[in-house]
């Protein structure tokens, strides 16, 4: 089944506590991409990666780090989270050559205390 | 920085009737795509609309794009309680390949 993955689905930490965010896609699609939702602002891109080490800022890139190891990961990293940072998270990815549809991951719901 | 806007933000709606949602945006584009997101879940990919199209039709959904007035509109037919959900419209610019999202609007149908 195509599908992305991320992990974990609900996390609970607390400022400064360095933590990963996990994104894995089966489509073999070279474009990934991060999200996060806040009430009222619909979703907003944080860095996006078109391959294996290409990488980008989005919208939102404060705070974040990112990497494109492997064509099917790629995690999301905060360095040192901020109670500004509590938010639902989502990873998509795309095919390039083909359909302009994005898949996205199930979300991740991060609460810095 | 966002692209599309929902208009209205919220909507309810009596089982068995029609909704229309519409959506804004403020540059060209490749495409415009709808979204659902069931509460607090991942966001389902409904429809996309090229910008050369006027109209697209799938099941009980039907959109229309007016790249003149830089608008676009999402009918759900004879609506369903399952059908609650928020509805995100989303634009493809050019560049970077991401998407640009609105708001959303938030849709609830009464059994």
């Known amino acids: 089944e195509a599908q992305v993955t991320q992990n974990p689905r609900y996390l609970i930490t607390v400022t400064g506590k360095k933590l990963t965010v996990t994104c894995s896609q089966n489509?073999?699609?070279?474009?990934m991409s991060w999200y996060r939702q806040d009430p009222g602002l619909g979703l907003r891109q944080i860095y996006y990666?078109?391959?294996?080490?290409?990488?980008d800022k989005g919208d939102v890139p404060e705070g974040y780090k990112v990497s494109r190891k492997e064509k099917r990961n790629f995690p999301l990293i905060l360095e040192s989270p901020s109670p500004n940072q509590t938010s639902l998270y989502f990873c998509?990815?795309?095919?390039?050559?083909?359909?302009?549809?994005?898949?996205f991951g199930p979300g991740t719901r991060l609460t810095v205390l | 920085s966002q692209q599309g806007e929902e208009d209205p933000q919220a909507l309810s709606i009596q089982e068995g009737e029609n909704a229309t949602m519409n959506c804004s945006y403020k540059?060209?584009?490749?495409?415009l795509q709808w979204y659902r997101q069931n509460s607090g879940r991942g966001l389902v990919h409904l429809i996309l609309?090229?910008?050369?199209?006027r109209e697209k039709h799938s099941g009980r959904l039907r959109v229309t794009l007016d790249t003149s007035k830089k608008s676009s509109s999402l009918l759900i037919t004879a609506s369903r309680a399952a059908d609650t959900a928020s509805y995100f419209c989303?634009?493809?610019?050019?560049?970077?390949?991401?998407?640009?999202f609105g708001s959303g609007t938030r849709l609830q149908v009464q059994p």
């Open positions: 998509a990815s795309r095919d390039l050559a083909g359909v302009d549809t994005q898949y």
């Open positions: 489509m073999n699609h070279e474009y």
């Open positions: 990666s078109m391959n294996v080490e290409v990488t």
């Open positions: 540059t060209s584009i490749n495409n």
């Open positions: 609309i090229r910008s050369n199209e």
């Open positions: 989303a634009t493809d610019g050019t560049g970077r390949r991401a998407l640009t």
